[in-house]
């Protein structure tokens, strides 16, 4: 801040120092005014009011007020149009603000006044690299280096826009230059690597390595730069002989060990990979972030190859001892033990595990999750709920607390929380629908069926091809007795899809029995029911017989309705005290 200032001083002693021509011609651009007037030759008066404006601009530059600052800038300029300084300052403020077209105008007013400024130039620079102008960039930044031959740093630059306006041939001439005038340097052969990697020169990236290497032999960066050149010329062999010679100075190296346990796993040799992961994984100077993305990917894989169970557990024992206490140790020992089915043990570690990180959504998901897989969903509206003091807006906090809410029929708060997941509109399409569909059910309960409808029908133009969604929204319809020809089209598409959901067979059946097809109805419904101990779909069954004189045989149904769970009083009535 105090060089600032001092900068910001150093230009309000130029503003009455310098002396330029100017003459007042219509038009507010500095651009299109011609100086044949001199700033010095401004009246003693004119003079003390620009000096007192340009100070009151600068101090509201530093406050951050850009309006205020380019206003006042402006009122230097209408009382002396040839005042480089304020030019230069209302570009620098444009910049910022992104108006890129217009700082460059300013910009190059400014440079024409004062041609030998090195921050006007390094300002307009600026400008047109970041309105996207290479060519513009790339001219300015060689009148900065043709004027400013000693700043090392400026040649760099210049080198770099090269490369970004795919110009790497003039890119690399500008650092051989620049070795040949100052000699060679690691930031020299940086730019160099850079460039023949992008390029795909990998011998020459191969010999910028090495020479990196040989300015500073200690930087393991270095080293991995060659290593990476030398995998993509498939000499693989000379590649691991680094990593040993890495290991030999530095037998804790992280980047070593993990390359080579990786290596070592490409060519199936699982123990000796093995060997130098569960080196690395020992190290505690490792990320254990790192460590915690090589345990969750092998548990990706459990369901397919479920031989590696050991490994993971071997893995997690020792991240646990490796990094006793933490957040991460409790929430991976907790993913360890959901998959092994101990339920309450892994929520016991993500609860230790958010006392320590309570703000971590991470684990509050995996938490949930827990819950939501063994539908515990008291467990998970108190969890959500938890969850949400912390991320008030988070949207799967919330879909998890409506559905929670939902299920144990605390409707206004799941209203609440799943309209809001609607309002935040999360990119998780999926997400929102599944969220839609969720009110759709709440408010059918409620019998509220235009907010049941609209909701559905927003869920199926999110997902239309997802079968449960098609035969809930279908089913609905159907026990509402409305818009069966609707209803019937839904279901069929879900049928489509999946020909042996029972519940689908089900639905499409009940649909039918609604529209007086008692026949064609009994067929799908005599399905379902052939797989099912569902006491809707048992009770659905009896009432199409019976509506076919079937009585004897509904009978049976109605009976095996109750025996699997069928309580209310209709089937008591259509039982008649039998």
């Excluded at 910001?8 to 005014?33: E, R």
């Excluded at 009246?43 to 601009?57: E, G, N, S, W």
């Excluded at 030999?248 to 199936?268: C, F, M, Q, T, V």
Aim: charged share 30%; aromatic share 12%; net charge negative.
């Amino acid at each position: 801040m105090r060089a600032y200032i001092i900068f910001l001083f150093a230009i309000t002693i130029s503003v009455v120092s310098f002396s330029c021509k100017t003459t007042k011609t219509t038009g507010d651009s500095p651009k299109k005014k011609e100086i044949t007037q001199k700033s010095g030759d401004l009246d003693p008066l004119t003079q003390q009011r620009v000096k007192r404006t340009f100070v009151d601009a600068c101090t509201q530059m530093m406050r951050g007020d850009n309006a205020s600052a380019i206003e006042l800038f402006e009122e230097v300029l209408s009382a002396d149009p040839a005042n480089h300084a304020a030019m230069f300052n209302i570009s620098k403020i444009l910049i910022t603000q992104r108006q890129f077209d217009e700082a460059i105008r300013y910009g190059k007013a400014a440079l024409e006044k004062e041609k030998n400024n090195f921050w006007y130039y390094e300002s307009l620079q600026k400008a047109y690299e970041n309105n996207g102008d290479y060519p513009n960039a790339i001219k300015t930044q060689e009148e900065i280096v043709s004027h400013f031959p000693k700043k090392l740093d400026q040649k760099l630059k210049l080198s770099e826009l090269y490369l970004r306006n795919n110009q790497p041939e003039k890119a690399l001439s500008q650092l051989n230059q620049i070795e040949q005038d100052k000699g060679p340097s690691e930031e020299i052969y940086f730019k160099k690597f850079q460039i023949y990697n992008q390029q795909k020169q990998f011998e020459k990236g191969l010999d910028a390595a090495n020479q990196l290497i040989g300015l500073n032999p200690q930087e393991t960066r270095y080293y991995q730069f060659k290593i990476d050149m030398l995998k993509r010329l498939s000499r693989e062999a000379e590649a691991i002989a680094i990593f040993q010679e890495i290991l030999d100075r530095d037998p804790e190296n992280g980047y070593a060990l993990l390359s080579l346990a990786d290596y070592y796993k490409s060519i199936n040799q699982i123990e000796k990979s093995d060997e130098y992961l569960f080196k690395a994984f020992s190290n505690p100077g490792i990320s254990p972030d790192g460590k915690i993305i090589i345990i969750e990917g092998l548990m990706n894989y459990l369901s397919n190859e479920p031989q590696i169970m050991p490994r993971i557990k071997k893995l997690t024992s020792i991240f646990n001892e490796t990094h006793p206490g933490s957040a991460k140790a409790y929430a991976i020992q907790g993913k360890m033990l959901f998959l092994e089915g101990q339920i309450d043990s892994a929520r016991f570690y993500y609860r230790k595990a958010l006392e320590i990180e309570p703000a971590n959504t991470t684990t509050w998901l995996d938490l949930l999750e827990t819950s939501l897989d063994t539908k515990y969903f008291d467990r998970l509206y108190k969890d959500a709920g938890d969850a949400l003091e912390y991320y008030p807006n988070q949207e799967r906090f919330l879909f998890f607390y409506g559905i929670s809410g939902s299920f144990l029929e605390k409707y206004g708060p799941a209203i609440h929380a799943l309209e809001k997941v609607k309002k935040i509109g999360p990119e998780d399409k999926e997400l929102l629908a599944q969220a839609c569909a969720e009110l759709g059910k709440i408010y059918h309960r409620q019998e509220n069926y235009e907010e049941s409808d609209k909701n559905y029908l927003q869920a199926m133009s999110l997902t239309p091809d997802d079968p449960f969604l098609l035969n809930n929204y279908a089913y609905y319809l159907s026990v509402r007795n409305d818009k069966l020809a609707k209803a019937q089209e839904y279901i069929e598409k879900a049928l489509k899809i999946l020909p042996e959901q029972i519940s689908f067979q089900d639905t499409y059946g009940w649909i039918l029995y609604q529209q007086g097809k008692f026949a064609e109805a009994e067929k799908w419904l005599a399905k379902a029911a052939k797989n099912s101990s569902s006491s809707v779909i048992l009770e659905h069954y009896g009432d199409v017989l019976n509506k076919q004189g079937k009585k004897e045989e509904a009978i049976v149904q109605w009976k095996k309705a109750i025996e699997n769970g069928a309580t209310d009083l209709e089937i008591e009535e259509k039982l008649g005290g039998q």
